[in-house]
């Protein structure tokens, strides 16, 4: 129960975590162009 619990946080953070970078790597384009 609580390893379910641990994997669905650390896959939360991921997504976040890609989700920043996603939004970091269109501004960066966007300032480029």
Not at 8 to 18: D, G, K, P, Q, S
């Amino acid at each position: 129960m609580g390893l379910t619990r641990l994997r669905a946080w650390l896959y939360f953070v991921l997504l976040v975590r890609a989700g920043r970078l996603v939004a970091y790597a269109r501004d960066d384009l966007k300032a480029k162009h």
